[in-house]
């Protein structure tokens, strides 16, 4: 175990008021997906621990960790563009953004722009764009693209730089990487920097209440450092001086909310989120009891899981598992299924073929190769896709199990 340093106020409100909520044992970095050239390597591994502030209800990660830890000493592998269901969704994305404004000679800052898909379709709406990521080999793939990119872990300070090269924007995109912030009171402030008086703040972000109501704990991870609910975006931005403009649920993630913030300063309209706090509260999340209920309930699912693939085993099935997402991580190591239990994964992307999963070190290959066994059982760890997966397995296999997380 690495050496810890560990949160002790709230990331929201600043208080020394915070409660373990779920603690999921020792991990290492969800989207650390190991080259075999480095197989030696040693997995950086913290206790991922997840607390709820009672004062002000913000939900987030524990253990503090290094984003240059996370996302630059093994290339980052996940990719926007990675497989249809992504592109479609990023797709339907920039037609809403069109939808909500102009796009044409428009300044875009996309920061954790990734491979730059989303930016590369904005772009040819007429936007002038740039993206800025965390990792250097996303940045090379922009590039290599012809998107103008910058690599930078985003901050107050990283905010000037950005500034510098390509001014103030009118819409300031930050998809599923806002939680990633160590420091997400100062990651506004640098989105403050760089957008115009009547600028548009957009992000999407895993709704954490739809996972814990549904037991999809998977998506807690050492990258993810802040858990967002209606009522914890609300108080963030407003913290910061940001009013939400719009807000909507959408299925992408399993369950995730869309944002867009403006300045308090801003001419826009404010939108009220209240009826969507009411309904959260109302399931009672923020509530420390909710969480020892779901975490007995998840050990049992977990105990049912691991019967289940036994089973399988003894009856002389490869079992493995489909989908090499980051979740897939924190499911695998929770329940202790390592490279003695599952003889590999399968995952479209090129980037995370022939690499192993940090921890368990299972290796990942190609869907194809699930048409080359007689007996399988598959374990779905992209449950958010599992009906695309599904079809997708039954043309490779007829004779192939599935296995339910």
């Avoid at 819409?171 to 990633?180: G, L, R």
């Avoid at 989105?191 to 998977?218: R, T, W, Y």
């Avoid at 995370?352 to 999963?357: A, P």
Wanted: proline residues 2%; glycine residues 4%; charged residues 25%.
């Amino acid at each position: 175990m690495m050496t810890q340093v560990l949160r002790d106020k709230c990331l929201c409100c600043g208080k020394k008021s915070l409660n373990e909520i779920i603690n999921l044992g020792d991990h290492s970095f969800a989207d650390r997906f190991i080259p075999k050239n480095k197989k030696n390597l040693k997995d950086p591994v913290y206790p991922l621990i997840i607390d709820l502030c009672k004062r002000c209800k913000f939900i987030q990660s524990r253990v503090i960790t290094s984003p240059k830890n996370r996302y630059i000493e093994v290339d980052y592998s996940y990719t926007s563009s990675n497989s249809e269901y992504s592109r479609s969704h990023w797709n339907k994305f920039a037609k809403f953004l069109s939808n909500q404004i102009k796009l044409k000679n428009k300044k875009i800052i996309e920061i954790g722009s990734n491979d730059g898909y989303l930016i590369s379709i904005l772009k040819k709406m007429g936007a002038e764009v740039v993206g800025v990521d965390a990792s250097k080999f996303m940045v090379k793939i922009c590039k290599k693209n012809k998107l103008n990119a910058v690599h930078s872990v985003f901050n107050f300070k990283e905010s000037f730089n950005v500034k510098k090269k390509f001014g103030q924007a009118d819409v300031v995109i930050a998809n599923n990487v806002f939680n990633h912030s160590n420091d997400p009171n100062n990651f506004l402030k640098g989105v403050k920097n760089i957008l115009k008086k009547n600028g548009l703040f957009i992000f999407e972000q895993p709704n954490f209440a739809v996972g814990v109501l549904s037991l999809k704990f998977d998506q807690i991870y050492h990258e993810h450092v802040s858990y967002f609910t209606s009522k914890n975006i609300k108080s963030i931005l407003n913290q910061n001086k940001f009013n939400i403009n719009y807000m909507s649920k959408n299925d992408y993630h399993g369950g995730s909310l869309r944002t867009i913030a403006i300045q308090k300063n801003s001419n826009l309209n404010k939108f009220n989120v209240n009826n969507l706090i009411s309904r959260d509260r109302k399931k009672g999340i923020y509530k420390i009891n909710f969480y020892r209920k779901m975490m007995k309930k998840i050990d049992q699912k977990k105990e049912i899981l691991l019967k289940k693939i036994a089973y399988y085993k003894k009856q002389n099935y490869t079992v493995v598992g489909v989908g090499a997402a980051a979740k897939a991580n924190t499911f695998l190591t929770y329940y202790g299924l390592n490279n003695m239990v599952i003889k590999f994964l399968t995952d479209s992307s090129k980037f995370k073929k022939g690499k192993l999963t940090p921890v368990t070190r299972i290796i990942i290959k190609d869907d194809q190769k699930i048409a080359s066994y007689k007996k399988i059982a598959c374990i779905i760890l992209s449950w958010n896709i599992s009906n695309l997966i599904i079809k997708k397995i039954k043309k490779l296999n007829k004779k192939a199990k599935f296995i339910f997380t």
